[in-house]
């Protein structure tokens, strides 16, 4: 109860649940705010026409931005990030330095790979994935395939990239 006290703003009001007017007001709300964004998507035509402007993502981003902003603040309660926080030990964070020596001698390796396999075997592998991600075929055994004929992660992306084309996120808020 203490977390939905907190959270919810359930002390800003002397009984929140009695005849449920509290709740209710809160859901009408929350249903005006919810109407408000159906109709400005059906507005610019559809769901799909909304993602593709990158409407949604910058709605998503510009809420995501002002939620952490009242967090941050102390405005918005969150219980275990600004209000009854614990006191954590730090774990350990090992980083590892780059070193060209294992570098170099992973290249070398795909070399030999890409060498010693059957590029008659990796062709097939590619075209099947291709023609699945084409189609609504489910393409993870095409991916497994592919991966048994010794086909990198770089040369399955490029197929992906080939069929569907690269994601490039719309900026703004």
């Not at 026409?49 to 009242?70: D, L, M, W």
């Not at 090992?94 to 990796?122: G, S």
Request: hydrophobic share 35%; glycine share 6%.
């Amino acid at each position: 109860m203490q977390i939905l006290a907190d959270e919810m703003g359930l002390r800003d009001t002397v009984d929140p649940l009695a005849g449920s007017y509290y709740i209710e007001w809160l859901t009408d709300e929350m249903e005006k705010k919810i109407a408000e964004c159906m109709k400005k998507v059906e507005e610019m035509g559809g769901m799909i026409k909304a993602v593709e402007s990158g409407y949604i993502q910058g709605e998503v981003s510009r809420q995501a931005y002002i939620q952490e902003k009242k967090i941050q603040s102390g405005e918005t309660t969150k219980i275990g990030v600004n209000k009854y926080v614990m006191e954590e030990e730090k774990a350990e964070v090992e980083i590892h330095q780059f070193n060209p020596k294992v570098a170099e001698e992973q290249k070398k390796k795909l070399i030999e790979i890409k060498t010693q396999r059957n590029e008659d075997e990796v062709k097939d592998a590619l075209h099947e994935l291709k023609k699945a991600a084409q189609t609504d075929d489910n393409v993870m055994p095409h991916i497994l395939k592919a991966v048994k004929s010794y086909v990198t992660l770089g040369e399955i992306t490029r197929v992906f990239k080939e069929v569907f084309g690269e994601f490039k996120e719309p900026i703004g808020l």
